[in-house]
Structure formats: C-alpha cells, structure tokens
C-alpha cells in the first residue's frame, strides 16, 4: 500500500499540473494574448470556473504526502522553507486576482492585478518545479532525515531546470487552452504564440530529459517516454495550423502528464534523494504512516476520488463552450451615490 | 526570540487571520443558500436580487479565506516537521480527507455556482451553492477532527520502533467528545458570524431606507437564524467546558484563574492582574457555585487549581511547568462567553422589535446592530486562543510538547523572514478585503439582472 500511495501522490502532482498547468499558463499569457481589457477579462474567464478546483489538487497531494508518508512530508516542507514561503505568496496574490480584479473599474488597480496575476502564474509552476527536481539530484540530507543545507542549497541546477521546464509547458499548454476556448483576435494571437513556442518546448524538453537521465545515471540517451513528450509538442505546431485545436490540447496535455510522471517514476522507491549519503535517502519504506492509516486513507480515496473526477468533469462539460467580448457580465464601476461615502 | 518563538506566534498569528474568514464563508454561503432557495421556491425578484448581492460578499470572502488557508497546510511541515513525523500517521489522514470530500467540493462548485448563472437548470444550479456550503463545513469538520485529536489523543498506538504515533481506530479519532461538540459549537460560532454580517449589512441599509422592504427580509433571516445560533453556541460551549474540564482540567482551571483546588467554585465575573504567574489577581464579583456548575454541571462539584494539576504533571511527565497564560485563558473565555451573552440579547431584543413591527424604523437598534458585527470576529478570536493557548506547553496533550515539535532544520532568521512576510502580505490583503466588503455591502442594491424567457439570469462571465 505503500507503493499505492506513492502513485496516486504521483498521480495528484501529475493531475495538478495537467489542470493548474494551463491555468497558470492562461495568467502567464494573458497580458500578451489580451490587450483590451474586455480582451483580457475573456481571456481570465476562459479558466474562471475551473481554476479554483484545478488548485486543490496540489492541496490533496500535499495533504496525502503527510498523511501516507510524514517522514516525507516533514523534512521535504521543512528543507524548502523560503520556497514555499515564496510559493505560497506566489499563490495566495494570483488567487485573490482572480476574485478582486474586477471589482474596481481603475486602470491602476486592474494593471497591478494584472501584473501580480502573471508573476505569481510564472513563480508557482517553477517553484514547484524546483522543488520535484531536487527530489531527484539530492538535497543535503542527514541520517536523521533532517536537512543540513541553507536556502541557497535549494537551487541546485537541475532543480532550477526542472522549474524552467515545467513553466515552458506551462506557457505552450495555456496557449493551446486559449486557442480552444476563445473565438476572433484572441484565438489567433494565441494560436501564433502556440506555435512558435512548441519548438522551444520541445528543445527545453529534450534538454530535462537528457539531464534527468544523466542525474539518475542511466546514460544520456532520453527515456522513450520523454521522447513522445518532445513529439507531442512538436505536433502542436501541425495541429494548431490545421485548426485541430482539441488534439493540440491534447498533446500538451501528454507532454506535461509525462514530463511530472517520470520525474515520480525516477525517483521510486525514494522519496527524497540525500546528497550527503545515498543510506540517508528518504524513501517510500522509512517515511510512510501505519498500515492501518493507509488502509483508512485507501477506503477514503477509493470512495471520494472518483467522484471528484466525475464533478470536476462535468464542470469542463458545463463550460465546454468558447467564450467571447460578448459573454462578460457587465462590471460595476460607478458606486452608487449613497455608497460613495468614504470609498 | 527563538524559533521557538516566532514559529509559535506566526502559526498563532497566521491561523486566528485565516478564522476570521472562514466562518463568514461558512455562515454566509448557509444564508446565501437559504436565500436562493427562497427564489426558486416563489420566484421573487427580491430574493435574486439579495442572493446576488450577499453572493458578493461571499466570494470576496472566500477568496481571502482560501488563500490564507493554503499557508496552514504548509506551515505544518514547515515549522513543525518534529511534530509532523510524529503525528503525521493520525493527524494527516483528516487533512487528507478534508483535501478529498471537502476541498474539492467547495473550490468546484463555488466555480460552478458563480459561473453557472443562466447555463445550469435552476434546479441544478441551486444544488451548486448547498453543495458549497456542504463544503464548507465539511472542511471545519475534518480540521476540528485533527485539532481535537491534540487536545484529547484518541485512537492511536505508539510505534515501539520509531517512536512515532500511529492510528490505530479511526471511529475513536470520530467520535471523539471534544471532536463532536467542538465542531458543533464552530459550526454554530459561524452561523453566528454569517448571521451577523448579514444583519449588520441589512440593518445599514435599512437605516438608509434603502430597499426597505427587499432588506427588511434579510435582517429577519439573520435575526431568526442568529437567535438559537447564539443560544445553542453558549449551551454547547458549556457543555465542552465540562467534557474539556475531564480531558484538559488545566486549561479550564487556567480559564478560571483557579490556582488552588476548591469545591464549591465561584465564577469570577472580571479581575484584574492575573498575568505572569500572579497567584492572587484581584476577582470582582464573584458568583458562588457557578463556577463548579459550568465546569462538571453539579452544584458543589471541584474544580481541581492549576498549582495542584502543576505538582501532579510533574509527577507524570517530569519537571517543568505546566501551567498555561492564565491571561489569555481568563479573558479568552470571558470574551467569547460574554460577548455570545450580548449577541444573544441583541438577537432577542431584534426578535421582539420584528414582533411589534418596529423594527425597520428602530434607529438606535440598527446602529447597534451595525457595529455589533465586529463581535463574532473578537469572539472567534478569543475562542481559539482559549483552546489553543489553553493546550500549552503541549503540541499533543501529555504526548508532545510544544517545544519538542519545532523543526530542527529551521533557523530562527528563517523564521523571522516568513513571518514578516506574511504579515505585511496578510495586513495589505486585509486593507484590500476589508475595502472591498465595505464597497459591496454599503453599495445600492441592484436592479433585477437580465433574465430569459424562462425568467432565468442570463449566463455570463464575471471576473
């Protein structure tokens, strides 16, 4: 059961970014892909409804991590402390965009939304991204599973990669998201950006793969995996040419699943890699709960996820429609006079 | 300061922020939902009207609340990854089930119900809003779960090998009593807050004249829901003072400033003094058996004092103090108790003005009304303080300290730039929220939205 929950932690962190993923690639992009502010507000709305949901799955895996494997849980958010710290800010300033954005008419109060929305969407998925990474080269780690190193240790190259990578795929998948689900202008800046972003994922991507095998030592040649990966992205290119926007979805979707799984998959049966001592390595075994907590958490899953999926589905389906200037609420702007009072 | 230190204050700081918005959320998508069931039932545009308007006020608050939450997940690992090896195998399974039944409830349909204007069924529609307050008090009801497990350990066994706890019965961690009344009494603590804020809100309009007869109708749903609210939180709040005074007898003695055993035990309504070890503050009125009622519901029952629990911990657990702030305890729990008082007459007194019909034009109620909303939040407050303080020097009663939960790893500089950090972040979203609500709530209520022709809102996108 062990093993269990190390896929579906892998699975909520894959699911996290498949989701969250073009939501953070939308916030990255709208600014760029919008230039109205009518633009801008269809281009947020494009993931209104959806976002929210699509960030509780890095909750659940978190909160999963410390329910099945606390060892791990314990040294992983104790060693990347000022990250999180950073990601966390990251998170809460693009949360409260969303919400607060609109409810000023003022160009100064839209535009530093704006910005806060589009660095926090760029700061989380590469944040993130360091964190997976030194999971795998290694952190200073001792015996005690207590973290020996400062805050600098955190930016180990290949965790900055990973970061870099993960935000690249970010950026293509919330393009192929805006091609999908808006109409006109913004469709095509979308779309334009789309395409002359695949071939630099797919270099950025060919690059993690080739590091990651280097870091695990299995040589330089890419996983067979990542190598789809690279073909998906480049697929993009044909696909969004020839208006198959869904499948381009689609291929930035596998492109993403992929690049978070093998990072999971490389790193079974650790959980945390030392790179003090390989017998200090946190692993699946040393840091997991009892079997009874597991076999709790198993029922618990088994009852609530699926039915998590299907919601969350039906929301996609509620929504499918592409959205245009023409569906935005009409916003206040004025207060009303006997309001005005004080504002 | 150690890290000790300020990783104590900023989890302390950093949770009261985060229950200033959860129970409006919890409150107030309850009432939201009562008012949006009202239009589906009679069709009345005022009803749509007023979902719409206290709905604005419900999102604004949530989206505050669920920010300020995602940093207490973290802050777990973060600051106490001793504690959360520890603990992790009992205490991480309610955060992982709140995650999975309530989390992801709430954050879909709030989407769901925002956008889902004109383009859900009515029917379907409405179901998305109970489900968001279906959610959010399943979040309350898992976090209670795990926070009671501290106050009262249950359900557990200690691993021989690792030293780390580890569930062993999950009905036990359920059906806990501080669990099952302490979540009732939070549940209650928000529907009093809900209740209030949309009392306050209806009762400045009211003053206005504005929309009286739209408005009118709100003051009397909050005025009927915060009067048992209100009165059930102060008797369910009595009772988990009894059952706290069989489990955590410390933090009821501290509660009380009881530093010697007595039987019969008079309640003190004030004192003064009563900080840093003062054995002998000044009680003002003291009422005599109270005190041994409200702490084991018998006349003449004892309550045993905090230098007695002291000596007897010593024995049990070895040398230190055990002895909680008495100050916090004392004005924590008179805060939250005496104030619960207030808001009950003034639901009453409100109650009694809607009988007689008088109370659209009662100005110095509505006044009263008005600034009365800050009480909840001063309440909720003081509640936790009462219980968390009340828990130290332990992190999990007779298990762990506090002390001995800290993480290791971090240094107190660390620290000390996390939680300058979230200050200030939390202080400037506090200034935005704050102007917000003020915003939405003092703004002219508005006309009917665009319907269709089957009289539903017409869809559209809102950020």
Known sequence: MQTLWFILIALFFTGFFVLEGFDFGVGILHMIVGRTDDERRVVINTIGPLWDGNEVWLIVAGAAMFAAFPGWYATMFSSLYLALVLLLVSLILRGVSFEYRGRRAGVRWRRTWDWLLTVGSVLAPLLIGVALGDLLVGLPIDSAQEYTGSFWNLLTPYGVFTGLTLVTICVLHGATFITLKTTGEIRDRAAALARRAAPVTAVVILVFATWTQLTINKGVVPSLVSVGAVLAVLAVIWLIREGHEGSAFAMTTIAMATTVLTIFADLYPRVMVSSTNPDYNLTVANTAAGPYALKVMTVVAVVFFPLVLVYQGWTYYVFRRRISAADLEEQHHAPAATAAAGD | ?463
């Open chain 2, 1 to 463: 300061m150690t890290n000790l230190d300020l990783a104590r204050l900023q989890f302390a700081t950093t949770t009261i922020y985060h229950f200033l918005f959860v129970p409006v959320t919890i409150g107030l998508a309850f009432l939201v939902a009562l008012l949006q069931t009202a239009w589906h039932r009679n069709g009345d545009e005022g009803h749509l009207r007023l979902t719409k308007f206290f709905g604005a006020l419900l999102v604004i608050n949530i989206a505050i609340g669920v920010v300020t939450g995602l940093v207490q997940e973290f802050q777990f690992g973060m600051n106490w990854s001793t504690y959360s090896r520890f603990v992790g195998g009992v205490f991480g399974a309610p955060l992982a089930m709140e995650g999975l039944a309530a989390f992801f409830l709430e954050s879909t349909f709030l989407g769901l119900w925002v956008f889902g204007w004109g383009r859900l069924s009515r029917r379907v529609h409405l179901a998305t809003i109970w489900a968001v307050a279906l959610g959010a008090a399943l979040s309350a009801l898992f976090i209670m779960a795990a926070n009671s497990w501290m106050q009262h350990p249950v359900g557990y066994t200690i691993d021989q090998q690792t030293g780390q706890a580890q569930l062993s019965n999950i009905w036990a961690v359920m059906t806990n009593p501080v669990f099952i009344w302490g979540y009732i009494h939070v549940i209650l603590a928000a529907l009093v807050t809900g209740s209030m804020v949309m009392l306050a809100v209806s009762a400045w309009h009211l003053r206005r004249r504005s929309e009286t007869p739209v408005f009118h109708r709100t003051a009397v749903l909050s005025l009927v829901v915060l009067a048992p609210s209100a009165l059930f939180a102060i008797m369910v709040g009595s009772h988990l003072g009894v059952i706290e005074t069989t489990y955590q007898p410390m933090k009821i003695a501290a509660a009380e400033a009881q530093w010697t055993t007595c039987q019969p035990c008079s309640f003190s309504v004030f004192q003064i003094g009563g900080g840093n070890r003062d054995e002998t503050p000044t009680k003002i009125i003291a009422i005599p058996h109270l005190l041994s009622v409200l702490a084991t519901d018998s006349w003449n029952g004892q309550v045993v004092g905090m230098n007695e629990l002291n000596a007897q911990y010593q024995q049990q657990y070895g040398p230190g103090d055990y002895v909680p702030n008495v100050f916090i305890q004392y004005w924590g729990m008179r805060v939250m108790a005496y104030g619960g008082t207030l808001l009950l007459l003034l639901a009453v007194v409100g109650l009694w003005l809607l009988w007689r019909k008088r109370l659209d034009a009662a100005g110095w109620f509505l006044r009263i009304a008005i600034w009365a909303a800050a009480l909840p939040f001063l309440m909720n407050t003081a509640g936790w303080l009462l219980t968390e303080s009340g828990r130290q020097p332990w992190i999990v009663q007779g298990l762990q300290k506090t002390k001995d939960g800290v993480s290791p790893s971090v240094g107190v500089t660390t620290v000390a730039i996390s939680l300058g950090v979230f200050v200030l972040l939390y202080a400037v979203l506090g200034v935005v929220d704050g102007a917000l609500m003020f915003r939405y709530g003092r703004r002219q209520l508005d006309p009917v939205p665009p319907l269709d022709e089957q009289g539903d809102p017409v869809p559209a996108m809102t950020y």
